[in-house]
């Protein structure tokens, strides 16, 4: 699984997806009665909606959220560097 770090990184995948299906952003819009903006937006990595939206343009095209914790390093292992 490739690990995405920001929006830019997954509207790259996004796009990537719709591509792969042969869909144009218009036409993943009218799946979703949304508009084509939206996409666009999403794509681009400046989308600023909401989290179930953008979920559900990766369900329509067979991706998904997934959480994975962050590892942060401790007080002691900073003083050590």
Known sequence: MELLNDMEALGQQIRKARKRRGLLQ????????????????LERGVYRGSLRRAGEVLRVLGLRFSLEPVRFPTLDELSDE
Request: aromatic content about 0%; proline content about 0%.
């Open 26 to 41: 218009s036409d993943v819009a009218a799946l979703l009665s949304i508009r084509r903006q939206v996409i666009s937006e």
